[in-house]
């Protein structure tokens, strides 16, 4: 189910979504096999720390963020995933690993690796295992405004 929250965010911007609604998965990569997309379509939610600052990192199911080339680019400090125990508290109103890529409804920022605009829409989770919800990138790009960046290696199968 959409979490009320993820709704009320949707159905506040003025833009056309939809819900899709799916088998139980725990993965990005298991989320866009059951809803019949490739892993470079499913955008997955990364909670990481830049220099001890909560943020979501927003990258397609098939990649892996380099961690070196974001602290690089970023000129940061450190950049670090995060732990489950870390974010968890974040996000009471979501399910354990599906939180959607909306920085704005959990105060941080959104990175979002470059070869995402390359889609025309985008999938993501929607605070569950069963819902993901489907945007444009033009209309992802609106209401999330994230910071595009080139941060990710594909995941050699």
Same mark, same amino acid.
């Given at each position: 189910?959409?979490?009320s929250?993820?709704?009320?965010?949707?159905?506040?911007?003025d833009?056309?979504?939809?819900?899709?609604?799916?088998?139980?998965?725990?993965?990005?990569?298991?989320?866009?096999?059951?809803?019949?997309?490739?892993?470079?379509?499913?955008?997955?939610?990364?909670?990481?720390?830049?220099?001890?600052?909560?943020? +979501?990192?927003?990258?397609?199911?098939?990649?892996r963020?380099? #961690?070196?080339?974001?602290? $690089?680019?970023? /000129? %940061?400090? *450190?950049?670090k995933l995060?732990?489950?125990?870390?974010?968890?508290?974040?996000?009471?109103?979501?399910?354990?690993?599906?939180?959607?890529?909306?920085?704005?409804?959990?105060?941080m920022?959104?990175? +979002?690796?470059?070869?995402?605009?390359?889609?025309?829409?985008? #999938?993501?989770?929607?605070? $569950?295992?069963? /819902? %993901?919800? *489907?945007?444009?990138?033009?209309?992802f790009?609106?209401?999330?405004?994230?910071i595009?960046?080139?941060?990710?290696?594909?995941?050699?199968?």
């Amino acid at each position: 189910m959409v979490t009320s929250k993820v709704k009320e965010f949707l159905d506040s911007t003025d833009i056309h979504y939809k819900n899709i609604n799916h088998p139980l998965a725990f993965t990005a990569q298991e989320t866009a096999a059951s809803i019949h997309i490739k892993g470079r379509e499913f955008a997955k939610t990364v909670m990481i720390k830049i220099d001890g600052q909560f943020a +979501m990192a927003v990258l397609p199911a098939s990649h892996r963020i380099d #961690f070196e080339l974001m602290k $690089s680019i970023l /000129d %940061a400090g *450190e950049v670090k995933l995060c732990t489950e125990t870390e974010f968890w508290n974040k996000f009471p109103d979501c399910e354990a690993g599906a939180m959607p890529p909306f920085g704005k409804l959990y105060d941080m920022d959104v990175y +979002m690796t470059k070869s995402l605009l390359n889609n025309k829409e985008v #999938f993501f989770n929607a605070g $569950s295992h069963t /819902d %993901a919800i *489907e945007l444009t990138m033009d209309e992802f790009n609106r209401i999330v405004s994230p910071i595009v960046l080139d941060f990710t290696k594909k995941i050699k199968v």
